[in-house]
């Protein structure tokens, strides 16, 4: 187990999930509730292969919920100045939808909202398009960009307080989960690192962790008022300092108190990629649902699959409900993971922290750990 469990869970909140006699539940199930894959929408010159990629590899490994990034990749017509005029058609979307649906997927559109605006030296659609939506419209992409770097630009952020910030971006997340049928939406909220800035008009002093969690439930209350569940990355719920996780896979901008003050009907996405940390069980006694994701590990990847397979079968039934599953991630894009799926090109190893692993190697594993048998 993680050498980090005392700072991520004190002995008393580990106990009812340690003592309650639960394993024949687990038993029962032929995998997790959740076996999943995130990864970035194809463009539309990809999207047969994608379409195939799904029919024959995703649907026979038992892979049952597709989390799928499209964010600006589509020609939305409900904010037009936004459409990517290369984006993925209605029609496209319909291909995917259909193949899904015969093979018993789920899909779940993602659309980064609040944080992950720009990338690199490059600020994204949304905030090329509107500038006044940005949090931080003081802070200049530069030139050439480094990390780290005297503004501690990672990534810029819109802010949750500007008046018009919903009436632009959530007819975006309605069109989107129209066009793929869709009953629950992932809203990224990850990395956030710019929030309640000083300098931000709006919101400048206001508490991070109550701004967080204000932006979360006007999103979860939007698309509850159509029936649709929302999902979102769990690092910003996480004390960094707490739990020596740092300023990555937690927060250590005063977010991790939102976990407190947000809907417990949203799904939690617990990314870690190094080690199978055991914050599932954070999530899980706090009410929340919450899924496991690996990404280039396959040794973590099977580690985090059996934690929650464990944790759910020895906890009480009120709290080992939430271990939902695990979600296979992939951060190469579409055209890289397809092309190292089919051996075009092998597995990049372009950074620190890319030197070992391999994100098709890493789903073949957890697959086989599930169980590719495993029936929707």
């Not at 639960?22 to 463009?43: D, K, M, N, S, W």
Request: hydrophobic residues 40%; charged residues 25%; contains cysteine.
């Amino acid at each position: 187990m993680c050498t980090t469990i005392s700072k991520c869970l004190s002995p008393a909140l580990l106990l009812p999930l340690l003592v309650a006699p639960a394993a024949a539940r687990a038993a029962e199930e032929p995998g997790p509730r959740v076996r999943g894959f995130c990864i970035a929408a194809p463009g539309p010159s990809r999207m047969d292969e994608f379409v195939k990629f799904i029919d024959e590899e995703l649907t026979t490994r038992g892979v049952n919920t597709l989390v799928l990034r499209v964010d600006y990749n589509y020609r939305f017509t409900s904010r037009p100045e936004l459409a990517d005029a290369d984006g993925l058609s209605r029609g496209d979307v319909a291909k995917i939808v259909a193949i899904c649906r015969r093979g018993k997927i789920r899909v779940i559109p993602q659309i980064n909202l609040l944080g992950h605006q720009s990338w690199a030296n490059h600020p994204g659609r949304l905030l090329r398009v509107h500038p006044e939506l940005d949090e931080t419209p003081w802070v200049k992409m530069p030139e050439h960009y480094k990390w780290p770097n005297e503004d501690r630009l990672y990534c810029k952020s819109y802010c949750p307080r500007h008046p018009q910030v919903h009436e632009v971006v959530f007819p975006l997340v309605d069109e989107i989960c129209d066009a793929f049928e869709a009953d629950a939406f992932h809203a990224g909220l990850d990395e956030v690192f710019y929030i309640g800035e000083s300098k931000c008009p709006r919101c400048g002093g206001a508490d991070a962790g109550e701004l967080f969690a204000s932006e979360v439930r006007a999103i979860r209350d939007h698309l509850a008022a159509k029936g649709r569940k929302l999902w979102i990355w769990g690092d910003r719920l996480l004390d960094g300092e707490a739990t020596g996780l740092g300023e990555w896979e937690a927060s250590t901008n005063r977010t991790a108190r939102a976990i407190d003050l947000i809907p417990k009907d949203i799904v939690v996405c617990d990314w870690h990629y190094e080690r199978a940390v055991p914050t599932p069980a954070y999530f899980a006694l706090k009410g929340l649902d919450v899924v496991a994701c690996p990404w280039r590990k396959g040794d973590v990847a099977v580690r985090q699959l059996r934690d929650m397979r464990e944790l759910a079968a020895q906890s009480p039934a009120k709290t080992g409900r939430h271990f939902a599953g695990v979600i296979q991630t992939v951060w190469s894009g579409c055209d890289g993971f397809l092309d190292e799926f089919y051996g075009r090109k092998p597995p990049r190893k372009d950074g620190a922290q890319r030197r070992d692993g391999s994100e098709v190697q890493c789903f073949k594993m957890l697959a086989e750990a599930w169980g590719a048998g495993a029936k929707p």
